[in-house]
């Protein structure tokens, strides 16, 4: 990759569009200014006694993103640069990048990704001096970069600025150029940026995406209907004040807002603290999710659902789902989508959230000691490397059963309790998705009570909690009362 004053490249000419993304609170989560300059302290470029102030002034910028003062300080950093020899800065560069690699969010990575697999070009477009950011743009496989550049002679800065100031106007008019010299249409390109002060670049081309937008920038955005995204997390979870959905309600989830239940939890241990990681339960209730995100919880992380289809046509409901990561299951199609889409975030370091059973049995099979699961959890696990880590869910029958459509919060002097216990990861041997299905199962039924192993009879009153309206099939056989000696799930 080469790069020049206005971005100039010695790639092949290309005319399928391109994709154009900005650098700090877009590809990177904050600011890139750190790191370089702790990079340039290390050759010996900078030294220490400007740390304290570089401290505010990135910290500012962390939180509200550009201002029109601190670009301008920017700009005169051609003039502190005059004399740096050429050769300590590019070293520099090579020693911030795998840092910089570092805190590249995930999402970016996936969206990257699909770009190069559409055949679009892709261009860092950055007012970061090119010599800093070449190395990053190198190692993440862009196909130039469109940066600011300085003067220089004889290896050395001159304290000028070599062509544009690559920032607001000055970066859309950079890659317009860059494109007409390329050949890439800006209408069939895409653009990145967090920074209200790149609405002219994002409006020349025919996708825009703001991402992470500062206020202003998501006025425009709303404005333009312009898609918002946040690159560390999924696509389609909307954040709020810097904060996603489901994070905001693991902080209500707390013991003193179910006074109609209770909850033990055991195992709270073998819930990895980070990482990626396949968090799978048995299916009894329609309140497990619920039981699972008390968990979550208590462990501090967000988990990705998958979740039938139903629930995300629902009206509200579908959409507040989606909003908290929701992956949408279609078993009827056949389709790969909803396993593709957990795969990207394992790979994000994220965590995914199902269950095997896929949907809660019904009549005697919800009393079956052996449970029955789908090989989506295993299947993962081989596409990706993550653990499979067992939950055991028991008793969320007596909180919400689907007999009914509300669960029962009128219990509040005898709550029923709720048991939930995270065993260790499941030791996968085989490639074969079945015996390998069938070790998870077990994994998840070792965690239940003794209860749960005894094969039983149930009575009629048991069955019909397990239908939709309490509605038992003529066709289902059940037992007398004094043929069950207790109804499973009670304490």
Do not use: C
Not at 150 to 165: A, N, P, R, V
Not at 364 to 384: C, I, N, S, Y
């Amino acid at each position: 990759m080469q790069t020049s004053q206005n971005g100039s490249s010695s790639a092949q000419l290309s005319t399928t569009g391109a994709a154009f993304f900005d650098l700090d609170r877009t590809l990177l989560a904050g600011a890139s200014g750190p790191i370089i300059s702790d990079a340039l302290r290390r050759v010996g470029l900078l030294s220490g006694s400007t740390s304290g102030i570089e401290s505010v002034a990135f910290g500012i910028f962390n939180l509200i993103g550009e201002t029109w003062p601190s670009m301008m300080i920017s700009r005169q950093g051609a003039r502190a640069a005059r004399g740096w020899a050429i050769e300590l800065v590019q070293e520099a560069a090579d020693i911030a990048t795998a840092q910089l690699l570092q805190s590249v969010l995930p999402f970016a990575l996936q969206e990257i990704e699909e770009h190069r697999a559409a055949g679009r070009k892709l261009v860092m477009a950055t007012t970061t001096p090119a010599d800093l950011i070449a190395p990053l743009a190198e190692a993440l496989s862009f196909d130039d970069v469109v940066a600011t550049r300085y003067g220089h002679s004889g290896g050395h800065y001159d304290g000028t600025i070599d062509g544009e100031f690559v920032w607001g106007k000055g970066k859309a008019r950079a890659v317009r150029q860059w494109a007409q010299s390329h050949q890439v249409d800006l209408d069939e390109s895409y653009a990145y940026s967090d920074s209200y002060y790149d609405v002219p670049l994002l409006s020349q081309v025919g996708n825009p995406r703001a991402v992470n937008p500062d206020p202003r920038m998501f006025a425009q955005a709303t404005i333009r209907r312009w898609p918002v995204m946040h690159f560390d997390v999924p696509p389609g979870v909307p954040k709020f004040a810097g904060i996603e959905p489901q994070r905001l309600l693991l902080l209500l989830a707390q013991p003193q807002l179910f006074p109609w239940v209770r909850f033990g939890i055991d195992g709270l241990e073998n819930l990895p603290t980070d990482g990626p990681a396949i968090l799978v339960g048995n299916h009894r209730s329609y309140f497990d999710p619920l039981a699972i995100s008390f968990l979550l919880a208590r462990g501090g992380r967000p988990a990705r659902f998958l979740g039938k289809k139903e629930v995300f046509d629902a009206p509200l409901v579908g959409d507040v789902v989606t909003a908290l990561g929701g992956i949408r299951v279609d078993r009827g199609t056949g389709s790969d989508a909803p396993l593709r889409a957990a795969e990207d975030a394992l790979e994000a370091g994220e965590m995914v959230a199902l269950m095997p059973q896929g949907t809660i049995p019904r009549g005697p099979a919800f009393f079956h000691p052996e449970l029955q699961g789908r090989w989506g959890a295993v299947r993962l696990a081989q596409a990706t490397g993550a653990p499979i880590i067992p939950i055991g869910l028991w008793g969320t029958e007596q909180v919400w059963p689907r007999s009914s459509r509300f669960p029962d919060v009128t219990q509040v002097l005898r709550p029923p309790k709720v048991h939930i216990t995270v065993g260790a990861p499941v030791e996968l041997g085989t490639d074969d998705l079945d015996s390998e299905t069938k070790r998870v199962m077990s994994a998840i039924s070792a965690l239940l009570p003794e209860e749960s192993r005894s094969l039983r009879s149930p009575s009629q009153d048991d069955l019909a909690r397990t239908y939709p309206g309490g509605v038992v099939p003529d066709d289902v056989e059940w037992a007398s009362d004094h043929e069950t000696d207790r109804r499973p799930g009670t304490d």
